[in-house]
């Protein structure tokens, strides 16, 4: 076919429009929704998101939806590549999160940076927006986990503000309704008015990387490699910063 590239495959030629199809952990939704519009328009490709948990769109997967670009944790991107469901070698670092303790823009930044420190300010708070661990997120199973091998699950009851996304976890503490936030820095990020106050201390701190890979079945893998290579590119590295991830 004219304009194909070598190990192009027929359905995805130079100059030619495709149709890619990205399912992205939802912390991400933001800079990737951005970054990917971008090179949509750029490219002259359309691109379909597919946004949720990680936990949530494992489901999916498992259940048999896919898509051309993966961006998952690690750990769920592994277990992709041991299936044989992403192309060999086609596995790229896109970013890093941690779970993060959120304020309210102008509210003075709390003293939590130990264990004994973080368990003092759980202990004097009325209400602390969290993260819901059955919805599948990354961030609420972890701090659930974290609750109950320390012992805090109780104390915690009676005060945890549940919610689906980690961006309703900040709007809550905006609004007032929460003295402060647990939930990724990404999805805290994502909200005005939101501020990262830091990084929660072991065992409620956990990092996430983020992994993107191309579907071993996708018929526009080129397009998919061409997709991931610019949310990696060096000159986004401050737009993601401003998002809330760091490098990996």
Do not use: N
Not at 113 to 142: M, N, Q
Not at 211 to 229: H, L
Request: glycine share 12%; with cysteine.
């Amino acid at each position: 076919m004219p304009g194909t590239r070598p190990g192009m495959t027929a359905e995805y030629a130079e100059g030619m429009v495709a149709k890619l199809k990205v399912m992205c952990a939802r912390s991400m939704h933001l800079i990737v929704g951005e970054l990917g519009a971008a090179f949509g328009k750029a490219a002259g490709h359309d691109i379909a998101f597919d946004f949720g948990t990680v936990g949530g769109l494992e489901a999916k997967i498992a259940a048999g939806e896919t898509a051309d670009v993966y961006i998952l944790s690690v750990g769920g991107i592994g277990k992709m590549e041991k299936a044989e469901a992403v192309v060999p070698g086609s596995r790229k670092e896109v970013a890093k999160t941690f779970i993060a303790l959120c304020v309210r823009e102008g509210a003075p930044i709390p003293q939590f940076g130990t264990l004994d420190a973080f368990r003092k300010l759980l202990e004097s708070a009325k209400a602390v927006a969290t993260s819901d661990p059955a919805v599948g997120g990354s961030a609420g199973v972890h701090l659930d986990k974290a609750f109950k091998e320390t012992g805090l699950e109780s104390m915690m009851a009676p005060k945890a503000m549940p919610q689906k996304t980690g961006a309703e976890v900040a709007k809550r503490v905006v609004e007032g309704k929460a003295d402060f936030g647990l939930t990724l820095s990404g999805e805290v990020a994502s909200v005005p008015g939101a501020v990262i106050a830091g990084p929660l201390p072991a065992p409620f701190g956990q990092d996430t990387i983020y992994c993107a890979a191309v579907r071993s079945g996708s018929a526009v893998k080129d397009a998919a490699s061409d997709f991931i290579a610019a949310l990696t590119k060096p000159d986004t590295r401050a737009a993601w910063k401003k998002a809330g991830f760091e490098k990996p």
